[in-house]
């Protein structure tokens, strides 16, 4: 069965609009724990938008508790500033479980590319191994068609496949051919040794469809789609949503 890692960015987007502690990113990760969520991802920006180190710390140690994984999401190359120690510290801080290398830059919106491992393999190859010298299983964003063999030279254990065409070509009701795209990278990725994720923009109406034309992915982060939906269904009853279409898609 897929796994299902619940990005609580958005959570404490909602928290920091307002100041203060509510709602709060804590209680939001046990009740999704509690409802059966495989683990929890946050993404941490440099000018601490959302997710900050505190819930960092905060969340690795609950996960730790929990005996879940934590997935912490990050640009390796971004400089530290005050309030973020930069993404290698902090991992050696807070020792995810797992640690998502992500190229995203401070004016983006949200991430919305993978890596270009022909260019960026050799400068990639440090902070893998840093990261998994700190225990961290390592996986790298990566678009459909990206030269995944390169990920695995580098020492990287999985890729994430950013989903976001998919998701957009879905919505147009012309998703086999990103779909496609996404499936032979996945088959490239497992044959270089790599496991697959996969994540940006799943929701309930496309997550099926997507692990139907992907088959084998290991887990999927969702939570820009899976906050939104819960904002009308409640947290525990959406993520119980989709560990039933996880579930059907085994």
């Given at each position: ?100 290398l992500v190229p995203d830059g401070d004016g983006q919106l ?141």
């Amino acid at each position: 069965m897929t796994r299902l890692s619940v990005n609580l960015n958005k959570v404490a987007l909602l928290r920091n609009a307002r100041g203060g502690g509510d709602p709060d990113v804590l209680e939001a990760a046990r009740t999704c724990l509690d409802a059966g969520a495989h683990g929890i991802t946050v993404h941490p920006r440099p000018d601490a938008r959302h997710a900050r180190r505190d819930d960092v710390l905060a969340l690795a140690a609950l996960c730790r508790q929990r005996g879940v994984e934590f997935n912490l999401e990050g640009n390796p190359f971004a400089p530290p500033r005050p309030g973020y120690p930069g993404f290698l510290a902090l991992c050696a801080e807070a020792r995810p479980q797992q640690a998502t290398l992500v190229p995203d830059g401070d004016g983006q919106l949200t991430s919305d590319h993978g890596f270009d491992f022909e260019r960026d393999g050799d400068r990639l190859r440090a902070p893998v191994a840093e990261l998994r010298a700190l225990g961290c299983r390592v996986s790298l964003f990566a678009d459909a068609g990206a030269a995944v063999g390169q990920a695995a030279a580098i020492g990287a254990d999985r890729i994430e496949l950013y989903t976001g065409p998919f998701a957009e070509a879905h919505a147009r009701s012309d998703a086999g051919p990103v779909a496609s795209d996404c499936a032979g990278t996945a088959r490239r990725a497992r044959d270089a040794g790599l496991g697959v994720n996969a994540g940006h923009d799943l929701n309930q109406a496309n997550l099926g469809a997507f692990l139907a034309a992907v088959p084998g992915v290991l887990e999927v982060s969702i939570g820009h789609a899976l906050i939104g939906e819960a904002l009308y269904a409640g947290l525990a009853p959406t993520v119980e949503r989709y560990l039933r279409l996880l579930d059907a898609a085994r």
